[in-house]
């Protein structure tokens, strides 16, 4: 069965400063993940899939598959990155696995 | 604006009831997913069904169901309503049924509140 572990409920750090949000996830086939983020209790936003290695709002997130690790990193948090970040896990079949999610809070 | 329509935004009733969430999927999306988001569960897969047949259960109880119709919209039914019901109650659509390079996109959720 997929598992996808976001260990930080809560992260917070000044404007400016870098941030990584962690994920790890467990599967025994090949995965595809995504970052999903949620602000204020809103809809989800799809901000990153691994399979575009691109770069939404200046987040990157490279997939490691020796250490099953999907994390999502940012050089320098801006206020209005404050959220909730989802990491997922879409293995094969069609059902999207979520993280308990981490919220991410920005201080000036 | 993701595309994805849900109604009602918030809906309040009591203990014992049956209620009835309603969304439309993007244009020409055969998807749809029912997401329950909780304060102590997160974010909970309940069901998925594409183009009108059932496709994934996740952990929905057997007071919900749901289904699709011919055009694609998408119902979630929940009855014998119970105070731990409370949640944000999101749907998704997706183009195809695996969703593989075919990402969901979130409605804006339907609030309820069980009293």
């Known amino acids: 069965a997929q598992r996808v572990t976001q260990p930080e409920k809560l992260l917070s750090v000044f404007k400016g400063a870098p941030v990584e949000l962690k994920c790890n996830y467990s599967y025994s086939g090949s995965p595809e993940l995504f970052w999903y983020v949620q602000y204020s209790r809103q809809r989800l936003q799809l901000l990153l899939r691994h399979i575009s290695r691109e770069s939404i709002k200046g987040f990157t997130a490279d997939l490691n598959k020796g250490e099953t690790s999907f994390h999502l990193k940012k050089p320098f948090a801006q206020e209005e990155d404050s959220a909730m970040y989802y990491c997922?896990?879409?293995?094969?079949?069609?059902?999207?696995?979520f993280g308990e999610g981490t919220q991410l809070t920005v201080n000036p | 604006d993701s595309g994805v329509t849900q109604t009602p935004k918030h809906l309040i009733t009591a203990t014992g009831q049956r209620v009835t969430l309603r969304c439309s999927p993007r244009s020409g999306d055969l998807s749809v997913y029912w997401y329950q988001q909780s304060l102590d569960q997160g974010l909970q897969f309940l069901i998925q069904y594409y183009n009108g047949e059932e496709r994934a259960k996740g952990n929905i109880l057997e007071r919900f169901s749901a289904q699709q119709f011919p055009d694609l919209h998408s119902e979630l039914n929940l009855s014998s309503l119970e105070l731990g019901d409370s949640a944000l109650y999101f749907c998704a659509s997706s183009l195809r049924g695996s969703s593989y390079n075919s990402p969901l996109h979130f409605g804006n959720g339907t609030r309820l509140t069980v009293t």
């Open positions: 997922a896990l879409m293995a094969s079949g069609s059902r999207l696995t």
